[in-house]
């Protein structure tokens, strides 16, 4: 594709309160947008999370790889953000060129509650306030408690315990609400069984990445009624093959950054039932997940598309850099209406929190 200019663009969004889960505490999302335009300019917009809590490369790589994209047009040896940014510009581009204008039909998908670690009292009252606000299922980062004094040092003087907070939720939200939980990876795979086991009766709709390995997965499934889903473990289509091999999960997760763009997105999800969520990422990267949920319907496992997508965490961004973009509305993240994306910039809002 020849490109006129491009702009690679880091940034950072605060959140409302801090984001707290077992890999860590974040006050801010640092993100990079990747603007790209063509001669008769139309732009197209990307957007990178790097995801250095997980062990991936930092904003500073990000920076430089999408550089360097810039100048050479190829996505060979880029890393996931930044492979998900440039494929994301270049079809958003695409998409703006060949529609002349947004279609009428309104366009959503439903989406889960984001509860992050707490004391129960505290996650029940958040799980209320979002459940007034029209949602159903309700996704709690577990973990923190294991991984306090290591990940998470914020928590050495908060109550945390992963078992009370699922209760704590299921008694103020009622048992026709859906209840999923993610570990991130901070148990160990006894105390997983035996956790899992104790969370049994609260009725869990899935448990997500308790466990670090697809072969303690594998094990752990064969212990528990509680459906698994993958997260960390299955980042590429190799892993999802593995994984399904080994009856590992009934389900994974995809974040865009983490394995590299939409493509990427349902060629896993041909080979594994799955859910969108997001890596908490802006408004571009939200556009474009919310998009491959929409796809999914054309995978080989569209009888899972009940399953809500960890989309609407939008809402726990004090600020944005978005004029135009989703909205949640009734537990339903809606699709902009405009060509490609459909998401437009706030010049002054992303100057503001440019980095």
């Given at each position: 594709?020849?490109?006129?200019s491009?702009?690679v663009?880091p940034?950072?969004?605060p ?17 990079v ?29 990000v ?19 930044s ?13 703006r060129?060949?529609t002349?204008?947004?279609?009428g039909?309104?366009?959503a ?14 996650v029940?009252?958040d799980?209320?306030r ?5 949602f159903?299922?309700f996704?709690?980062k ?24 699922v ?8 048992p026709?609400?859906?209840?999923r ?6 148990w ?6 035996r956790?899992?086991g104790?969370l ?7 448990a ?16 528990t009624?509680?459906p698994l ?6 980042a590429s289509?190799?892993e ?7 009856g ?5 997760g995809?974040?865009?950054s ?6 990427a ?9 799955a859910?969108?969520?997001s ?6 990267g ?12 054309e ?6 598309l009940h ?13 944005t ?6 909205e949640l509305?009734d537990?339903?993240l809606?699709?902009?209406?405009g ?8 010049e ?8």
């Open positions: 594709m020849q490109l006129a491009a702009e663009i940034y950072a969004l959140f409302k309160e801090p984001y707290v889960t077992a890999r860590g505490v974040l006050e801010r999302r640092e993100m947008l990747l603007r790209i335009r063509d001669a008769d300019g139309v732009v197209g917009l990307g957007e990178a999370v790097p995801l250095s809590l997980r062990g991936g490369v930092g904003l500073r790589e920076v430089a790889e999408l550089e360097a994209w810039v100048e050479r047009q190829t996505t060979e040896g880029l890393s996931a953000p492979l998900c940014a440039a494929t994301t510009a270049e079809a958003d581009l695409l998409g060129r060949v002349d204008q947004g279609g039909e309104d366009e998908v439903p989406c889960n509650a984001t509860l992050v670690a707490g004391e129960p009292e505290a029940a009252a799980a209320e979002w459940a007034a606000d029209g159903s299922t996704k709690l577990l973990g923190a408690e294991s991984a306090r004094g290591r990940a998470v040092p914020d928590l050495s003087r908060t109550r945390v315990d992963d078992v009370e907070q209760r704590a939720v299921r008694e103020a939200i009622g026709s609400a859906r209840i939980v993610d570990v991130n990876a901070a160990n795979l006894e105390s997983a069984k956790r899992l104790e049994e009766p609260c009725g869990i709709e899935l997500e990445q308790p466990v670090e390995t697809l072969e303690e997965m594998a094990e752990l499934a064969a212990a009624s509680i889903a993958a997260d960390e473990s299955v289509l190799e999802a093959e593995h994984a399904a091999s080994l590992a999960c009934a389900y994974t995809i974040k865009l983490k394995v590299g763009g939409p493509e997105a349902l060629a896993i999800a041909d080979v594994l039932p859910f969108i969520t890596a908490l990422d802006g408004p571009v939200i556009a474009a997940g919310a998009q491959v949920a929409l796809s999914l319907a995978t080989t496992h569209p009888e899972r399953l809500a997508h960890g989309l609407a965490t939008q809402r726990l961004f004090a600020e850099i978005a004029s135009v973009e989703c509305r537990g339903m809606h699709l902009p209406p060509p490609g994306l459909g998401v437009e910039i706030d002054e809002a992303l100057q503001a929190h440019r980095i």
